[in-house]
């Protein structure tokens, strides 16, 4: 069975920084590609940046391009997201996914508000 579990968000004023990092864990993992998705309060969730585990090639939402940096740790399985410049509409829950040979998996979230 596939875990996804990402670290704990937190409060941040605006203009500031925070990192999010995700574990997955699991017996024979073969991952394609770890990514980021963000759902605010009465949104629909959304995509904000995903990185593949093959050659490491990065994508990400228009709308956090050259604020936001996605990295992976291959040898441990985990992704992190360096949120830069934060301003108060990244506020919402962000979710860890990761597609494998096996399937598609999510994290449960975590709270990242911005806000003075």
């Known amino acids: 069975q596939v875990q996804v579990t990402e670290s704990r968000g937190g409060l941040v004023q605006p203009g500031g920084s925070l990192r999010l990092s995700c574990a997955i864990s699991?017996?024979?993992?073969?991952?394609?590609?770890m990514a980021w998705f963000r759902q605010a309060p009465g949104k629909e969730r959304e995509f904000v940046a995903r990185?593949?585990?093959?050659?490491?090639?990065?994508v990400y939402a228009d709308f956090v391009k050259a604020r936001f940096t996605i990295s992976k740790d291959a040898a441990e399985n985990m992704v992190h997201l360096q949120m830069n410049s934060l301003k108060p509409e990244d506020t919402a829950v962000y979710y860890c996914?990761?597609?494998?040979?096996?399937?598609?998996?999510w994290g449960q979230g975590t709270q990242v508000t911005v806000s003075s």
């Open positions: 990185i593949y585990w093959s050659g490491s090639i990065s």
């Open positions: 996914h990761t597609r494998t040979q096996s399937g598609q998996y």
């Open positions: 699991g017996r024979s993992l073969s991952i394609n590609d």
